[in-house]
């Protein structure tokens, strides 16, 4: 039987060319995303270039949401061997200026919105002896490159990052637990002026996300290197 991956927040940007590289690659794809709308019509777009891509529902920043999404799987026989935690949110502002809610907001979605959906799929993972997790983070997660960056942004991927090296530490066996960093992309996030494509940005986190039973685990990568935390 095929590997099957889940992507949060898919239904745009690096998530949704992470489905396209990782259905290319063979794998089964749930394309997760919080608006129905938004994720039927992104997986059809995938799907109309001959990919295995379905939509699910899934709102990282909600218990109820993230464990209905897994129970849906469940009944469905669906085993998730790879999860790519990629939704996420930008607030702006400083450490005394930005808004209460905006460090809720970054923390839910960016931190524990990873946390819980680890929590709902890597035991499965653990119980089969195999599976992969990819946290996509940001230099500015990076006590080495200075928390540079908004914030609410910084303190949240920094808080991904403790929790991949976290989770890393008490998984065993083949279960590999990344973070990466796609460099600044253009998505609506990054903006028109970033440097990079989708395409480049999705690379590394395919790359963790297909890692062969030799690769590493509990690390933090950019364009497939090892980069500080
Ligand atoms: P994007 O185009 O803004 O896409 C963000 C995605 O996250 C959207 O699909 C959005 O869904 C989804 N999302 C937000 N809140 C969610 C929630 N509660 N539940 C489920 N999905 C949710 O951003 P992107 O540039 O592709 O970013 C993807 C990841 O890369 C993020 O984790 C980001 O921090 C990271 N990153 C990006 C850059 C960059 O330069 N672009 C650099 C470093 C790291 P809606 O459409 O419903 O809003």
Not at 53 to 80: H, K, N, W
Not at 129 to 137: A, F, I, L
Not at 176 to 193: D, E, F, H, L, Y
């Amino acid at each position: 039987m095929g590997r099957t991956a889940l992507v949060t927040g898919a239904n745009r940007g690096i998530g949704l060319e992470v489905c396209r590289q990782l259905a290319r690659a063979g794998l089964d794809v749930v394309l997760g995303a919080r608006d129905p709308a938004a994720g039927a019509e992104a997986a059809a777009s995938l799907a109309a270039e001959g990919l295995r891509v379905r939509p699910q529902v899934l709102d990282v920043a909600s218990d109820a949401s993230v464990e209905s999404c897994a129970g849906r799987l469940r009944a469905e026989g669906t085993e998730v061997d790879v999860l790519v935690n990629n939704a996420g949110v930008y607030p702006e502002g400083t450490v005394l200026s930005a808004a209460w809610e905006d460090f809720r907001l970054a923390v839910e979605v960016n931190f524990l919105g990873a946390l819980r959906t680890s929590r709902a799929f890597v035991p499965a993972m653990v119980r089969k002896g195999h599976g992969r997790v990819v946290n996509v983070s940001s230099g500015y997660g990076s006590f080495a490159e200075g928390l540079d960056g908004p914030a609410a942004y910084a303190l949240s991927k920094a808080a991904l990052n403790a929790l991949t090296v976290k989770l890393a530490s008490e998984v065993p066996g083949d279960v590999k637990v990344n973070a990466a960093c796609p460099g600044w992309v253009r998505t609506r996030m990054g903006g028109a002026g970033a440097t990079r494509g989708v395409e480049k940005g999705a690379e590394t986190i395919v790359w963790l996300a297909t890692l062969p039973a030799g690769g590493p685990s509990g690390g933090f990568f950019r364009d497939r290197r090892r980069i500080a935390w």
